[in-house]
């Protein structure tokens, strides 16, 4: 069945988990690592947590460093972290006494920022993993393993005017419920308080946010956790069953919905100003498509999000568009700005007399009917989760739904999570962003030595990098083994041959999909070949102008509509791989040499022609790069060498390296820095320049 019939016919159910508990892998396990062991096994099961939600806890004894003797120790997931991918080093460990011992300090609710400087001072041998704010929820509570998870089940009752009820009927009694309450030591106290008070609960459900349960082994405490997921799930599904989710679908999905993204996305992108540059994410899974599509969309979408894991990271509320009006730039300026107003007027409202700075106002989920979902952060990874949030937070919704009225985050109460000087202290200590954060490069010729030496460079320092080259084997190898180094977010690969004018269209798209638009245009793909004049065909010419010069040409072109969008964040920046021939007259290789000057020669009219829309065009000029590059692995090396009397292996780079004016080797990477300087901020005030990296060649001084 395709996307459209199944949406339209039955909601899209719970994923129901399953313990996957190995007794074998755990009877070897010491008990910290039986912890780590049952928070991978939960966190690494996306029906059970998001990614960093949720946290893990078991009270163990140690031997104290100080005194020798046992005591009891609190192992609680630390500050930041993710239980699915954790080590044993991302838990803090905590004398158990002493955080009992801290409730002297504490008065009542608006004690909960000073309860947590306290955290610390518990520290139990010297583990310099910071502690939670979920840290009382775990020490308060009586019991050897506790769990405290996000599941989309989970939060579909908590945060449902049915929810209360529907956890009586699933479970009668056996799990408790507490209205909402921002997390920190009150919300522990009032928990401790809920389960003394009924000493049968087996876990408590904490309206608007998720659910907190415990047993007395590790193994029983997942299979506990795991079983109250599945309970949610199963309650829901049979609400759910036999009719369509959000009131059945509206909307058609667009066939062309990925063409519609890619074409919105760089405009959308462009108007987000007075801010770090945007990165952005398309999908269009089926949850997307079921809500964004429905009848109750636009209603839903309005109330924002519910647990603070989801609103932390998709905003109070998306912005949402009309499919019809998508051509129209005004239009979308207009949505943008006033996105921007209504939560400026959001800050307005609810700010205290601390609160930091209204931070950067536009939206970072966009929901389009028929198209999809894109989200906008300024990294990739962020971008890319926000996106899972909201998907999140859209399985809430329809769960919600299905058993009574979805309830929001109250506004107050989001605000003052968004705006916690706790969080602002994390914000302040976050590392500087790269310089080329949130910058998106299209590298050509990508898979190539020079190519690949400059998306690296680019990678390392920020940006996303889409590598587009005709050779389909070695640009996925490249970007698998870049995958590996810089994370799979940050790069793609786009088969695409540049004198082919619908390939060329095609990467640019695909890049608009993949990451939101362009910052950095390298044009590097390229050949070489050797003839004398006379041996020269027609062939040969065509050849070295298709690729070195209407291949620049067609790749600037399509670069372009989306270079123009950036001026407002500062202008967009095109480098153009060159060469010495290119200045430099070269014997027996006329078609290369004056296709590449041709080449040259564009880049400064681009230069002229892109000024007014903030784009820079610059050219680097290599020479003799042979280590790594594949035009020297060719006919190149032995047809340069023959017309210079030398063989082609050690004595030609020899030739090469004595004819330079500093006698040195030139290498891909020291191509790459020259790209940098040009594609970065660096150069912000340089356009129609030449830099030669070449060793040195007065042949090749530019005059
Ligand atoms: N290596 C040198 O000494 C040297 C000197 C001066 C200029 N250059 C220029 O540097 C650039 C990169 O060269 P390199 O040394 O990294 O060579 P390389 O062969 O290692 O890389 C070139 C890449 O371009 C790709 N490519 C070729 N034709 C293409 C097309 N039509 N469409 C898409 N991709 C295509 C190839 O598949 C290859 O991956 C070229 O423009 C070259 O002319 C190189
Ligand atoms: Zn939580």
Redesign the pocket.
């Known amino acids: 069945m395709n996307v459209q019939a199944q949406i339209s016919a039955a909601a899209i159910p719970f994923a129901v988990p399953a313990s996957r508990w190995d007794e074998a892998v755990a009877a070897k396990l010491s008990p910290a690592e039986l912890l780590l062991y049952r928070s991978n096994l939960l966190g690494s099961d996306l029906t059970v947590t998001n990614f960093g939600g949720g946290n893990t806890s078991a009270k163990l004894s140690e031997t104290d460093p100080l005194t020798g003797e046992e005591t009891e120790v609190l192992w609680v997931k630390g500050s930041g972290g993710d239980i699915g991918s954790m080590k044993l080093d991302g838990f803090a460990t905590l004398y158990q006494d002493k955080l009992l011992g801290l409730e002297k300090h504490y008065a009542g609710p608006d004690d909960d920022d000073k309860m947590v400087g306290y955290l610390p001072h518990c520290t139990f041998n010297l583990n310099a993993r910071a502690a939670s704010i979920d840290t009382p929820l775990h020490s308060l509570l009586p019991f050897a393993h506790v769990d405290h998870v996000h599941p989309d089940a989970i939060i579909a009752l908590a945060a449902s005017s049915g929810g209360e009820a529907a956890t009586q009927e699933i479970w009668g009694g056996k799990i408790g419920w507490l209205p909402w309450k921002r997390p920190g030591y009150t919300l522990g106290v009032q928990l401790r308080d809920y389960v003394k008070a009924n000493p049968h609960v087996e876990g408590v459900m904490l309206a608007g946010h998720g659910i907190i349960c415990w047993a007395d082994s590790a193994k029983a405490c997942y299979e506990h956790t795991i079983g109250l997921i599945a309970d949610a799930a199963n309650y829901l599904n049979s609400k759910l069953a036999g009719k369509p989710a959000f009131g059945g679908a509206v909307t058609v999905i667009s066939s062309d919905r990925a063409a519609i993204a890619a074409g919105l996305m760089p405009r959308l992108r462009g108007l987000m100003t007075g801010a770090r540059r945007k990165v952005g994410h398309y999908s269009d899974d089926a949850e997307a498509l079921e809500f964004v599509n429905s009848a109750e969309f636009e209603r839903l979408a309005a109330l924002g999000t519910s647990c603070p894991d989801h609103f932390l990271r998709t905003k109070i509320a998306p912005l949402t568009l009309d499919p019809a009006k998508l051509e129209d730039d005004a239009y979308l300026a207009q949505k943008i700005a006033d996105y921007r107003d209504l939560y400026a007027a959001y800050y307005e409202r609810c700010k205290r007399a601390n609160s930091p700075a209204m931070r950067d106002a536009n939206p970072v989920v966009v929901l389009v009917p028929g198209v999809g979902r894109i989200t906008f952060a300024t990294d990739k990874t962020t971008a890319r989760l926000a996106g899972e949030f909201y998907g999140n937070a859209i399985n809430v919704m329809r769960g919600a739904e299905a058993i009574g009225d979805y309830i929001a985050l109250d506004e107050q109460e989001a605000f003052d999570i968004e705006y916690w000087l706790l969080e602002e202290a994390k914000l302040q200590r976050m590392p500087a962003p790269k310089p080329l954060a949130g910058r998106i490069a299209l590298v ?9 030496a400059t998306a690296a460079r680019l990678m390392a320092d920020g940006a996303c990098v889409m590598l ?4 389909a084997d ?2 996925d190898e490249v970007r698998d083994g870049f995958a590996k180094q810089f994370g799979k977010d940050v790069v793609r690969s786009v088969v ?4 082919d004018e619908a390939q060329v269209a095609e990467a640019f798209a695909a890049c608009a999909r993949e990451f939101g638009g362009l910052d950095i245009l390298v044009a ?5 070949s050797s003839a004398p004049i006379e041996e020269t065909t027609v062939e040969l010419w065509d050849r070295n102008y ?3 010069a209407q ?1 620049y040409f067609l790749t600037s072109r399509s670069a372009w509509p989306l270079l123009k969008r950036m001026k407002e964040q500062g202008g967009s920046s095109v480098v153009f ?5 290119a200045v430099a007259a070269a014997t027996n290789a006329s078609a ?1 040499a004056s296709a ?1 000057a041709a080449a040259n020669h564009l880049a400064r009219c681009l230069a002229l022609e892109g000024a007014p829309y903030g784009i820079r065009v610059n050219t680097v ?6 280590k ?6 060719g006919d190149w090396r032995k047809e340069r060498a023959g017309a210079y009397g030398i063989d082609s292996g050690a004595e030609l780079e020899e030739h090469y390296r004595n004819r330079s004016m500093l006698k040195r080797d ?1 290498l ?1 990477s020291d ?1 790459a820095e020259a790209v940098y300087f040009l594609a970065s901020d660096m150069s912000a005030k340089s356009t129609g320049n030449m830099v030669n990296v070449d060793a040195g060649n007065a042949q090749a001084f530019t005059r």
């Open positions: 050509t010729g990508g898979a190539g030595g020079i190519g690949a587009a080259d005709r050779a070695a640009v695409c041959d540049v004198t590097n793909a390229g050949i070489a298709d690729v070195l291949g791989i060159g060469s010495k021939n290369y590449k000029n290599p020479d003799a790069v042979i790594g590059s594949r035009i020297w692995d030139v891909p191509i």
